[in-house]
């Protein structure tokens, strides 16, 4: 099936606004535009009436999912419903049109705000000091690496620039040390799932930055030896580094900064109230700890209790500099602030125990029909492997997803992370009711008897989207953009 485009929509004459007579004398096109230029036939615009036009383009915008359309258990992403309020907030004029240059005395609300999500941010880390500089989460990984490196160096320990990651960990956290100029160094995960503390103290040596992990991981596992972890990872002279871009499920229950993690990410724009999916703004905060401090990126946000004034800072000296113009995405700031007020220290406690909840009891209905290959308690997601006898079907995790898109839901993550064969990675979050998630695992379990039964029609899948299976690879390589008229008309 194929979309009509606005350049197939009317006819020839239609128009949905009449322009006025030209009151100036009109000049023939020849004498403004040099010969050569001018075409030698009208362009072909669409010519459709503004009730069209208005149909037409509010059909398009309905083709959007999202967390606002459906349910989106979308691994790793945190595809939560992110309450209106905190939307009408960030769109009030007195943060809405600040303008980043004005005078100090002028936003001290702004700042104040700001200043607060940074306390916030600490305590619900555990860690002493924020930025909110970074606009996303893979920007944060790449301030707090810079920081790492600047502390070493700082100490004279220039040799280190090594990074160790798990195989499961996130591909921002190899992409990111690489990008500072880090050598990458893999370990293995054991086989539960976690960090092989063994292998890890194996790969640790004097040419470590840090060790950047996971927790709860990427298979929604928690690293239970984190603690002797971070005393493997201190005693070699490296820092650890948190991704703390899930911090769902451990919202209000444990923090990063008592476990041993010297810094961490977060992303507001998964955890904290700001929808995601589109490319739109993000925000990825990086905490410290208080030795790290002075390497912040400029300015920071302080307050002066004497005079009772919030203020930039700009005079740090050790400061890795500014990593975003201004003072990073402020709007998801508001927005993050306004969750965390809302919502309260208890309510954040209830969050991560919901989306554990949810996690655990969405897996308790499909165990046993879909592989476990980590089975044990999960934390906010859990990893799950296709039934057994799909393989031999010639069936995949990629049927498996494109079939949900028939029963109306966003597939999960899939084939991520890579140690799990034929990966389905489903993350239910906190803000799904109980019948969303048996309908949700209803249409697992049916797809799986459809598997079995009628193996072309996962094949096929999906059938009740605008387009089915495109080729992926054509559909990147060659991607169609334009519209071009058909051959015998142009
Ligand atoms: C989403 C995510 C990131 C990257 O965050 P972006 O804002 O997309 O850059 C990094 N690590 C993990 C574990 C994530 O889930």
């Known amino acids: 099936m194929t979309e009509t485009l606005i350049f197939e929509l009317g006819a020839s004459g239609r128009t949905s606004s009449p322009l006025p007579d030209c009151d100036v004398p009109a000049r ?15 362009p072909g615009l669409p010519e459709a009436g503004e009730a069209e036009v208005a149909r037409h383009f509010t059909r398009l915008s309905s083709l959007n999912y999202g967390v606002d359309t459906g349910f989106y258990p979308l691994g790793s992403c945190t ?66 690496l810079l920081m790492i490196k600047a502390y070493h160096d700082h100490r004279g320990e220039t040799g280190r620039r090594r990074v160790v990651v ?72 490296a820092l650890l580094y948190c991704d703390g871009a ?25 955890t904290f109230s700001t929808p995601h999916g589109g490319g739109g703004p993000g925000s990825g905060p990086v905490g410290v700890k208080s030795g790290l401090a002075p ?74 029909t879909y592989r476990v290959p980590f089975d044990r308690r999960c934390m906010h997601e859990f990893v799950v492997s296709p039934p057994a006898g799909f393989k031999e079907a010639g069936l995949h995790t990629v049927d498996i997803a494109k079939r949900l898109m028939d029963y109306g839901y966003h597939p999960p993550t899939v084939y991520f992370p890579l140690i799990v ?8 979050t906190e803000t799904e009711s109980r019948s969303t998630l048996d309908a949700f695992a209803g249409a697992l379990l049916e797809i799986a008897r459809e598997g079995f039964e009628n193996p072309q029609l996962l094949r096929e899948a999906p059938r009740r989207t605008p387009v089915s299976r495109l080729d992926e690879v054509v559909a990147a390589r060659k991607p169609v953009l334009r519209w071009r008229p058909p051959a015998a008309e142009e």
Request: proline residues 7%; contains cysteine; hydrophobic residues 40%.
């Open 28 to 42: 023939p096109l020849k004498e403004i535009i040099p010969a050569g230029l001018l075409r030698k036939k009208p």
């Open 79 to 144: 595809m939560k419903y992110n309450p209106k309020i905190n939307e009408y907030a960030a769109r009030l004029p007195g943060f809405a049109r600040l303008h980043p240059y004005q005078a100090e005395d002028q936003v001290q609300g702004a700042l104040r705000l700001m200043y607060e999500t940074q306390r916030y941010l600490a305590e619900i880390t555990g860690m002493d000091e924020f930025t909110l500089q970074p606009a996303a989460g893979a920007h944060g990984e790449f301030a707090g």
């Open 166 to 237: 798990p195989d499961s960990s996130h591909g921002t956290n190899p992409a990111t040390a690489a990008l500072c100029g880090m050598e990458v160094q893999q370990v293995r995960s054991g086989r539960d799932g976690t960090v092989d503390l063994e292998a890890l103290k194996d790969a640790l040596g004097p040419g470590t930055a840090a060790v950047m992990l996971t927790n709860p991981n990427t298979l929604g596992l928690f690293e239970r030896e984190i603690t002797k972890i971070a005393e493997a990872v201190h005693r070699a002279g």
């Open 246 to 270: 899930n911090m769902n499920a451990i919202l209000g229950i444990s923090r990063p900064g008592d476990m041993g993690f010297d810094v961490i990410h977060l992303n507001l724009h998964k």
């Open 295 to 368: 390497f912040l990126p400029s300015p920071a946000v302080g307050f002066d209790p004497a005079g009772g004034r919030y203020y930039l800072d700009y005079d740090r000296p050790l400061s890795i500099g500014k990593v975003r113009s201004f003072y990073g995405n402020f709007g998801v700031v508001v927005r993050a602030y306004a969750y965390i007020r809302a919502v309260g220290g208890e309510g954040l406690r209830q969050v991560g125990e919901d989306a554990v909840i949810n996690a655990n009891y969405l897996l308790s209905l499909i165990r046993g």
């Open 421 to 428: 064969e034929e990966a389905l990675m489903v993350e239910p």
